[in-house]
């Protein structure tokens, strides 16, 4: 269990006692755990679960019903609107349902992130950084398609491409590699692990037990709404 | 495999970069957006379209009936004050120069009791009694010509009381028929000012709706933009330039449609020698096209920022 006072550093992701519930349903409760600057962790367990609602809540798409939630430094629970703008230009969110642009080919889907993110990046720098992106996830030759021409695979990695492009602090990814083959799965993860040594401190939703049990990293277990358990799997797990 | 750097070095912060992003986000995306789905603007362009017509159409029936409305209450802005029989000159003459003193007074011509007898007999009816009678019915007059019907009552009723002005007959003013024209000009202006208004407030709700479906089409979109980190203004700019360009386009095909209804409308007039549009020359058919067009661009725009308002993700 890697303790957030091992480190000198504050924590990029930090939830203290947070609850959240959709009507009567209770998604989370009394969630805590925190994810320091460069640090690759899985948010793992069943469905409804809740960790697609930590992820939403880390973004800023719902605000915690009890509790803090600090993320890049800053407290998200009650963040106005150009706050939790500033926030999301720093967080890469790999949306479940891959959230594309439809009217903009893969380059300027990524290209468009970069610009909303740093007004002052040049055009040409930007699709230059979105076609780096896309390379990176193997997706270069499809740089000038359209979402709807790109197969549910190759729109996942345009998502993914996107996130990173933008070297954010933070990386949220939610089932990342669900529509991914094997070997896709694996270069992906591997890009995980590429941002993390480089600072970008990396939450991955998954219920892929194989790329957890291979990572060799910290999971969080989420149950019924509770962190069930939260533990750094060992190379001879 | 590599990822792209976290900002690599320092980077000139041009204005001239911010502008050119800021432009190319609400401009150039509205545009790149506008061509790829001009499919789903489709229903908003051909009402918009439908609507300016209509309003163009409508703009120039309504010149011409000013116009003839004008031309009525031109003619009708005529007094004539009836002089007595035998009045000296002198008397004729300050009354003539006391009414062109008048700010109401546009001319004052004076009428010879054998102008009257002439002018009588060119007159449907008024010949047999012009050719009975041994001597001229016909009183001398002033012909006084007014800068607007409403001044006509004030006018005749000063001209009554002057002592040069036949005390049984004085003036052609006829209260009741002069304000039954003048009311019938207020209602015609009303009721086309009315008719304007309600077709410019039934183009912006059947426009906004149009535009607001074609958005609300895209709403995935805009959640995502939110969800990005987009701001307000990067997300409602290029819908506001779409919701023009739409509106630009359907103006000018609206404005083609008018030019050439009203060639056709010339063309015809001039063989069948009438006036189908009295008054209402290339100019202002041009004016009315051009106003069209800017009408369009404004509409789209309008609605689209009516219609992109409240939307959320």
């Given at each position: 269990?890697?303790?957030?006072?091992?480190?000198?550093?504050?924590?990029?992701?930090?939830?203290?006692?947070?609850?959240?519930?959709?009507?009567?349903?209770?998604?989370?409760?009394?969630?805590?755990?925190?994810?320091?600057?460069?640090?690759?962790?899985?948010?793992?367990?069943?469905?409804?679960?809740?960790?697609?609602?930590?992820?939403?809540?880390?973004?800023g798409q719902l605000r915690p019903q009890r509790g803090s939630l600090i993320v890049d430094g800053q407290e998200l629970g009650r963040a106005r609107a150009r706050k939790l703008r500033r926030v999301r230009h720093r967080v890469g969110v790999i949306f479940q349902d891959y959230r594309l642009l439809r009217r903009l080919?893969?380059?300027?889907?990524?290209?468009?992130?970069?610009?909303?993110?740093?007004?002052?990046?040049?055009?040409?720098?930007?699709?230059?950084?979105?076609?780096?992106?896309?390379?990176?996830?193997?997706?270069?030759?499809?740089?000038?398609?359209?979402?709807?021409?790109?197969?549910?695979?190759?729109?996942?990695?345009?998502?993914?491409?996107?996130?990173?492009?933008?070297a954010p602090t933070v990386l949220l990814a939610d089932e990342p590699t669900a529509s991914l083959d094997s070997v896709e799965a694996r270069r992906v993860l591997a890009l995980f692990e590429l941002a993390a040594s480089g600072g970008t401190t990396v939450l991955v939703a998954t219920h892929n037990a194989e790329e957890v049990a291979r990572s060799h990293r910290r999971v969080i277990g989420l149950s019924d709404g509770r962190v069930a358990w939260d533990r750094v799997l060992s190379r001879s797990a | 495999?590599?990822?792209?750097?976290?900002?690599?070095?320092?980077?000139?912060?041009?204005?001239?970069?911010?502008?050119?992003?800021?432009?190319?986000?609400?401009?150039?995306?509205?545009?790149?957006?506008?061509?790829?789905?001009?499919?789903?603007?489709?229903?908003?362009?051909?009402?918009?379209?439908?609507?300016?017509?209509?309003?163009?159409?409508?703009?120039?029936?309504?010149?011409?009936?000013?116009?003839?409305?004008?031309?009525?209450?031109?003619?009708?802005?005529?007094?004539?004050?009836?002089?007595?029989?035998?009045?000296?000159?002198?008397?004729?003459?300050?009354?003539?120069?006391?009414?062109?003193?008048?700010?109401?007074?546009?001319?004052?011509?004076?009428?010879?009791?054998?102008?009257?007898?002439r002018s009588a007999r060119s007159r449907p009816g008024l010949p047999a009694l012009a050719g009975d009678a041994s001597t001229n019915p016909f009183p001398a007059s002033?012909?006084?010509?007014?800068?607007?019907?409403?001044?006509?009552?004030?006018?005749?009723?000063?001209?009554?009381?002057?002592?040069?002005?036949?005390?049984?007959?004085?003036?052609?003013?006829?209260?009741?028929?002069?304000?039954?024209?003048?009311?019938?000009?207020?209602?015609?202006?009303?009721?086309?000012?009315?008719?304007?208004l309600l077709l410019t407030l039934v183009a912006t709700v059947v426009t906004v709706n149009g535009i607001r479906a074609?958005?609300?089409?895209?709403?995935?979109?805009?959640?995502?933009?939110?969800?990005?980190?987009?701001s307000g203004w990067m997300i409602r700019g290029p819908f506001v330039f779409e919701g023009a360009l739409t509106g630009s386009l359907a103006g000018l095909l609206a404005a083609a449609v008018l030019v050439a209804a009203f060639a056709g409308l010339q063309d015809v007039s001039a063989r069948t020698f009438s006036q189908l549009l009295p008054g209402v020359d290339w100019r202002a058919a041009g004016i009315c096209a051009a106003g069209v067009l800017a009408g369009g661009a404004m509409l789209g725009s309008f609605a689209s920022l009516i219609g992109v308002r409240g939307l959320r993700a």
């Open positions: 269990m890697v303790s957030p006072t091992t480190t000198p550093d504050p924590p990029a992701i930090r939830l203290d006692g947070v609850s959240f519930s959709y009507g009567r349903v209770l998604a989370l409760d009394n969630v805590s755990f925190s994810l320091q600057p460069g640090e690759l962790a899985y948010l793992v367990g069943p469905s409804a679960a809740g960790k697609t609602t930590v992820l939403r809540l880390l973004h080919t893969a380059a300027e889907n990524v290209a468009y992130t970069l610009r909303v993110v740093d007004l002052w990046l040049p055009r040409r720098e930007a699709l230059s950084r979105a076609n780096a992106a896309l390379e990176a996830v193997g997706l270069s030759e499809r740089a000038n398609s359209f979402p709807h021409q790109l197969s549910g695979g190759q729109q996942q990695r345009l998502a993914i491409a996107r996130a990173i492009a933008a | 495999m590599s990822l792209p750097s976290r900002r690599g070095g320092r980077r000139g912060r041009r204005l001239s970069v911010l502008l050119g992003n800021a432009s190319d986000l609400v401009l150039g995306d509205a545009f790149r957006s506008w061509t790829r789905n001009l499919r789903t603007v489709t229903p908003a362009l051909g009402t918009m379209w439908l609507l300016l017509v209509l309003a163009g159409l409508f703009t120039l029936g309504a010149l011409a009936a000013r116009n003839l409305v004008q031309r009525e209450s031109r003619d009708a802005s005529v007094v004539h004050v009836y002089l007595k029989d035998g009045v000296a000159d002198q008397d004729v003459a300050t009354l003539t120069a006391r009414l062109r003193r008048d700010p109401g007074v546009a001319s004052v011509r004076s009428v010879s009791k054998e102008e009257a007898l002033l012909e006084v010509r007014l800068h607007s019907l409403a001044d006509a009552g004030r006018v005749a009723g000063t001209a009554a009381r002057d002592p040069a002005v036949d005390p049984a007959f004085p003036t052609s003013y006829d209260a009741g028929s002069y304000q039954r024209l003048q009311s019938f000009v207020t209602s015609v202006g009303l009721v086309l000012a009315g008719l304007l074609a958005i609300l089409g895209r709403r995935d979109d805009i959640a995502t933009m939110h969800l990005v980190g987009a």
